[in-house]
Antibody, heavy 121, light 108 residues
């Protein structure tokens, strides 16, 4: 079964750090770009960061640039998001999502169940 | 950045109704559009890709259309399990990948 499972969420104080993990199974992880997408409570979806299959290309949303770092370990079939200098507005459910594309379309076709990050004093 | 605007923000409908949701891009995105369904407490689920192609396993009552800047998601006969929030997403120009603000389909 194709699956993504996030972990690492929790309660952290403003200015603190947290590292999220996403464990992939059921597909060849090293062949796919991966993404982090977040959803603040009661709000819509916001793309956070992307990393290509070999980590050659990395992108961030302006809202997290300079504070968050995406990485992956293809040997461990794992995706990570290191979050530093956390702010209250980073409070959200964080999803990892697989990037699937062809010459005429591109989608996030597989999503994890999400992990909640709460930034509060 | 390309902005995605959905309308309406919410719609009340009954089982069996036909429901149409609109998504407009701030600039042309050809057919680089996907639709997702999200139920409370769950992850989004891919419904439609390339504006009109049905993802495997998605019921045929869901359909998508449009190209350029204007797109629609139609549910031909609303079923109880379709009450959810629906998001469009553009993949023409990134980063950033951008989503619409969502449309909540509620029970009338």
């Amino acid at each position: 079964e194709v699956q993504l499972v996030e972990s690492g969420g929790g309660l952290v104080k403003p200015g603190g750090s947290l590292r999220l993990s996403c464990a992939a199974s059921g597909f060849t992880f090293s062949s796919y770009s991966m993404n982090w997408v977040r959803q603040a409570p009661g709000k819509g979806l916001e793309w956070v960061s992307s990393i290509s299959s070999s980590s050659s290309y990395i992108y961030y949303a302006d809202s997290v640039k300079g504070r968050f770092t995406i990485s992956r370990d293809n040997a461990k079939n794992s995706l990570y998001l290191q979050m530093n200098s956390l702010r209250a507005e980073d409070t959200a459910v964080y999803y990892c999502a697989r990037d699937q594309y062809s010459s005429s379309w591109r989608v996030f076709d597989i999503w994890g169940q999400g992990t909640m990050v709460t930034v509060s004093s | 950045d390309i902005q995605m605007t959905q309308s309406p923000s919410s719609v009340s409908a009954s089982v069996g109704d036909r429901v149409t949701i609109t998504c407009r891009a701030s600039q042309g995105i050809s057919s680089w559009l996907a639709w997702y369904q999200q139920k409370p407490g769950k992850a989004p689920k891919l419904l439609i890709y390339a504006a009109s192609s049905l993802q495997s396993g998605v019921p045929s009552r869901f359909s998508g259309s449009g190209s350029g800047t204007d797109f629609t998601l139609t549910i031909s006969s609303l079923q109880p399990e379709d009450f959810a929030t629906y998001y469009c997403q553009q993949a023409n120009s990134f980063p950033p990948w951008t989503f619409g603000q969502g449309t909540k389909v509620e029970i009338k």
